[in-house]
Nanobody, 126 residues
């Protein structure tokens, strides 16, 4: 059974940084694209970033471009999301997911991804 586990969330002041990590077990990790999504209370889940299986293709949502950086280490079955210059509007539950394709954010939908973690909470105070 595939397990996806996020970590690294927390409470941070505006302008601060967090680094999210996501590990996936029982999965041919280097065969899957990995995505980060987030969901704020009362809002739909939205795509934040994704990275292809080999790291050669990366996309970001416009609202995080220039502030967030996605990366992966296939030897460790881990994907990261470095979040800098955090804003209160970044507050959400952040989910990691595994799928076959990394698509540009406007074309990316949660239904494209097969495996999901339980999420890690990111709260940015003003």
């Amino acid at each position: 059974q595939v397990h996806v586990l996020e970590s690294g969330g927390g409470l941070v002041q505006a302008g601060g940084s967090l680094r999210l990590s996501c590990t996936a077990s029982e999965l041919a990790f280097d065969e899957y694209a990995m995505g980060w999504f987030r969901q704020a209370p009362g809002k739909e889940r939205e795509a934040v970033s994704c990275i292809s299986w080999n790291g050669n293709t990366i996309y970001y949502a416009d609202v995080v471009k220039g502030r967030f950086t996605i990366s992966r280490d296939n030897a460790k079955n881990t994907v990261y999301l470095q979040m800098n210059s955090l804003k209160p509007e970044d507050t959400a539950l952040y989910y990691c997911s595994a799928g076959y394709y990394c698509l540009p954010v406007p074309d990316s939908d949660p239904s494209d991804y097969l495996y999901w973690g339980q999420g890690t909470q990111v709260t940015v105070s003003s």
